[in-house]
């Protein structure tokens, strides 16, 4: 099992550019979730889904959308990048009520020049 | 209001010292705490849960719901412990199994 995977692991955009950052779960999680990492800050919620076809805003989601088509893929658009947007994003899935236990893929490094 | 509260960004100890790493949070209803860990170029992953009451690398925590803390601590720290430490707090139940996350503190064992 690959467990949690991210396309790209890097990425430099410039303001105002658009782009999909891909997370993929080979483990039938029915939960899915987008955190960013940013210095002093820890990891914010950005969405998240608790199913097939289902997203959620968690606390920062402002600038950024999702979709989840198929259970094992989660995906987070940003439409017009902006500075702020410069952060570390990982995914999350865990497999549903009754766990806890959050799996996290390795990371996409984004840079918003 | 929920939130999880890591007082020390850095924490700096000589190997072989103790370990404590802080954690308070702030939650109306009954809390599941956990610690996760991030080693340099890996993923975050999960540490230890509360409700286990378990020791993994040595590590413990214990819920201290009267101070409403939930402190790692290790007797002897370990060069390979350095690492960025997590506190996490489940909200909203199996619904959603969101965490709220401290700001980290990161662990460095001088050797």
């Known amino acids: 099992n690959a467990g949690v995977t991210q396309t790209p692991k890097f990425r430099v955009l410039k303001t105002g550019q658009s782009m999909t950052l891909l997370c993929a779960q080979d483990m039938n999680h029915e939960y899915m979730y987008w955190y960013r990492q940013d210095p002093g800050m820890g990891l914010r919620l950005i969405h998240y889904?608790?199913?097939?076809?289902?997203?959620a805003k968690g606390e920062v989601p402002d600038g950024y959308n999702v979709s989840r088509l198929k259970k094992q893929n989660f995906l987070l658009g940003l439409e017009s990048a902006a500075p702020s947007q410069t952060s570390v994003y990982f995914c999350a899935s865990t497999s549903g009520q009754g766990a806890s236990e959050q799996y996290f893929g390795p990371g996409t490094r984004l840079t918003v020049t | 209001a929920q939130r999880v509260t890591q007082p020390e960004k850095l924490l700096s100890v000589f190997k072989g010292a103790p370990v404590e790493l802080k954690c308070n949070y702030s939650?109306?209803?009954?809390?599941?705490l956990f610690w996760y860990v991030q080693y340099s170029r890996q993923r975050l992953q999960l540490l230890l849960r509360?409700?286990s009451r378990e020791s993994i690398k040595g590590f413990t925590a214990d819920l201290n719901k009267g101070e409403t803390s939930f402190h790692l601590k290790k007797p002897f720290a370990q060069e390979e412990d350095s690492a960025m430490y997590y506190c996490a707090l489940r909200v909203g139940g199996g619904a959603t199994n969101k965490l709220i996350f401290g700001t980290g503190t990161l662990l460095a064992v001088q050797p």
């Open positions: 939650y109306s209803g009954s809390p599941e």
């Open positions: 889904s608790v199913g097939e076809g289902t997203t």
């Open positions: 509360h409700i």
